[in-house]
């Protein structure tokens, strides 16, 4: 197996808590103290994506709520396209890759005529193969699909829809399972092995979404060939929102970043029996019979 550059993508999401000031702050330590490739944000018409009574209906959980009810909630944490033009533009200043999720085909049309290079499609919506097609005609740059609550069949419908749309290779795979946070047993790691197997000769790469504790199964997700990693980003766990339990702190980030980075350089063959390194220690240790 080849290893590439681990990419590490900050998903910011609606962590950003609707405040334009705490997003651009979000962006710098993901880039100055972090060292993350890209972040991510989120694009929703909630009114195309909810039905009225989904709209109108309280938020399931009050205590993170940002509004009277779930409708109201959603469009308090929601930027507009300006707003993202305005992120993408700060991103390009600061020097980090901007990209967003997008839900429906409105916000896929909107976000795509900011020319990201990257576009994610979360796991809920995999299956809204009008979005699909209408990116797949109209934008350009790469599409990233998680896979969280997709059976195996529905996996293969949806590389193969991109595949007969000629767009096979500017598709990346996520192995993801859709919680949070994300119980280690339910992880499902081995499954990368799966979908490099099945997949890697007709997408462009294989990546990992991970909502669960911790930095350690990032590493094994690269390790087992998923280069493309991706954690939810924030400043602090205790916020309110549903996202930020299960996100990294800048700290967290900062040492995700270090340890990939670290586990690529590490993951070589002995050119020679001998290192250079190990000389010094061979002539001054080794057993002398």
């Not at 939810?232 to 205790?238: E, G, P, S």
Request: charged share 30%.
């Amino acid at each position: 197996m080849t290893y590439k550059e681990p990419y590490i993508i900050a998903e910011i999401g609606c962590n950003h808590k609707g405040d334009m000031k705490i997003a651009k702050e979000l962006i710098n330590m993901a880039k100055i103290f972090g060292n993350a490739n890209a972040v991510k944000f989120q694009k929703r018409n909630n009114r195309e994506l909810l039905t009225e009574e989904q709209y109108n209906a309280p938020h399931p959980n009050p205590i993170n709520s940002y509004g009277e009810t779930y409708g109201a909630h959603r469009e308090f944490l929601e930027f507009d396209v300006n707003q993202h033009r305005e992120l993408k533009d700060y991103c390009e200043e600061v020097g980090i890759t901007y990209s967003t999720s997008v839900w429906e085909t409105i916000s896929a049309k909107e976000m795509a005529s900011l020319e990201p290079d990257f576009i994610k499609i979360p796991s809920a919506c995999n299956n809204n193969f009008e979005m699909l097609g209408w990116l797949c005609d109209n934008y350009l740059g790469e599409i990233h699909i998680s896979t969280g609550m997709t059976t195996k069949d529905e996996i293969e419908i949806l590389v193969d829809f991109f595949e007969e749309r000629g767009r096979g290779k500017d598709l990346v795979v996520y192995n993801c399972t859709s919680g949070y946070p994300v119980p280690f047993e339910d992880i499902c790691l081995l499954d990368i092995l799966k979908l490099r197997e099945k997949y890697a000769e007709k997408v462009k790469s294989i990546g990992f979404s991970g909502h669960h504790l911790g930095i350690a199964v990032d590493v094994a997700a690269f390790t087992l060939g998923a280069h493309i990693i991706e954690r939810h980003f924030t400043l602090d766990r205790t916020w309110k929102g549903t996202d930020h339990a299960a996100s990294l702190e800048p700290m967290g980030l900062r040492k995700l970043c270090r340890d990939l980075r670290a586990t690529h350089k590490a993951l070589t063959y002995k050119q020679k029996d001998i290192l250079d390194i190990e000389k010094v220690q061979r002539d001054k240790l080794k057993y002398q019979k």
